[in-house]
């Protein structure tokens, strides 16, 4: 007993890798990042080998909403969680992504799933798209705050197998990255595939409103459509010309819009019901320690 007397006491100190005054904290208060994360997704999807091991490797399209939410967990406990929380949740995913290969679907070449190049893909698409959402929806961030969050975020790269120093830690680098990059993205047929099945993903059968030839049309579906929408509107413009689009400052501008309209809407959630337990546990041992101090 002592000995858990102590865990609990150490934990109940600990505010994980960032805390509340980190910058990383300020961008994830943002309910409008529910964008951001699918906006990741369809970033990742035009990397071919990024996509094949994804889709050689899960039952995404069985679980769509099994997988978000497991997604959704682990990047709430790596934000939120205690450094032993977060440290433990990266150790279970290198362990998975370990087990894991897949083929090229060009080549045939077989490759790791943890293959750092493909880690830092999907890393950079994540922070990328959280903190270029938010800052889009209307979040007041200066320059150097979202140099702060790139380089805060190397902490999360870490946790997946990742140098951090061969990790983008500036919107300088980031854009780099993606100039480097771009040459390996391309609209595949499993690109095409999984973006549509991103904007049109089947609604659990709880929320949904069953009509003729089994489509669900109901007030979720539309609510999800224009999440999707909007997902793909903040896309950089390079990313929608992949998809087909023309990428224009047009609907830029619109999506700009649209992305603060929404996050006003979400501000007037109650706060109970857009944090998850994580976060709140985060905030109140936050709390303790400052009134302990």
Same mark, same amino acid.
């Given at each position: 007993m002592p000995g858990a007397w102590h865990s609990w006491?150490?934990?109940?100190?600990? =505010?994980?890798? &960032?805390?509340?005054?980190s910058v990383t904290w300020k961008v994830h208060e943002e309910p409008i990042l529910i964008v951001a994360g699918l906006r990741s997704l369809y970033l990742q999807a035009l990397h071919p080998r990024a996509m094949a091991g994804v889709a050689q490797n899960s039952d995404y399209r069985n679980d769509a909403w099994g997988r978000l939410v497991? %997604?959704?967990?682990? /990047? #709430?406990? %790596?934000?939120?969680?205690?450094?032993? +929380?977060?440290?433990?949740?990266?150790?279970?995913?290198? #362990?998975?992504? @370990?087990?894991l290969r897949a083929r090229d679907p060009f080549t045939g070449e077989q490759f790791r799933v943890d293959d750092p190049d493909l880690l830092?893909?999907?890393? /950079?698409? +994540?922070? +990328?798209? &959280?903190?270029?959402? !938010?800052?889009? #929806?209307?979040?007041?961030?200066?320059d150097a705050e979202v140099d702060g969050y790139y380089t805060e975020q190397r902490r999360s790269a870490a946790l997946v197998g990742l140098d951090p120093a061969d990790v983008p830690g500036t919107a300088a680098e980031v854009a780099d990255y993606y100039r480097r990059v771009h040459g390996e993205l391309r609209m595949t047929k499993e690109a095409a595939e999984t973006a549509l099945f991103l904007t049109a993903p089947p609604i659990p059968w709880?929320?949904?409103?069953?009509?003729?030839?089994?489509?669900?049309?109901?007030?979720?579906?539309? !609510?999800? &459509?224009? /999440? @999707?929408?909007?997902?793909? #509107? =903040? =896309?950089?413009p390079w990313a929608q010309r992949l998809y087909g689009g023309l990428g224009l400052?047009?609907? @830029?501008?619109?999506?700009?819009?649209?992305?603060r309209a929404l996050r006003l809407a979400l501000a007037a959630v109650p706060r109970r019901y857009r944090e998850g337990p994580l976060q709140q546990a985060a905030k109140d041992r936050a709390a303790r320690l400052t009134a302990a101090a």
């Open positions: 006491a150490v934990d109940s100190e600990d =505010l994980g890798l &960032f805390g509340p005054g497991r %997604t959704a967990t682990y /990047v #709430a406990t %790596t934000i939120y969680g205690t450094t032993a +929380e977060a440290e433990a949740a990266g150790r279970r995913l290198r #362990a998975l992504h @370990a087990r830092r893909w999907v890393h /950079v698409t +994540e922070v +990328e798209s &959280f903190v270029s959402t !938010a800052r889009r #929806a209307g979040l007041s961030l200066t709880k929320v949904s409103r069953p009509v003729r030839l089994g489509l669900s049309l109901g007030p979720p579906r539309w !609510a999800y &459509f224009g /999440v @999707a929408g909007l997902a793909m #509107a =903040l =896309l950089p400052p047009t609907t @830029a501008l619109t999506a700009d819009l649209s992305a």
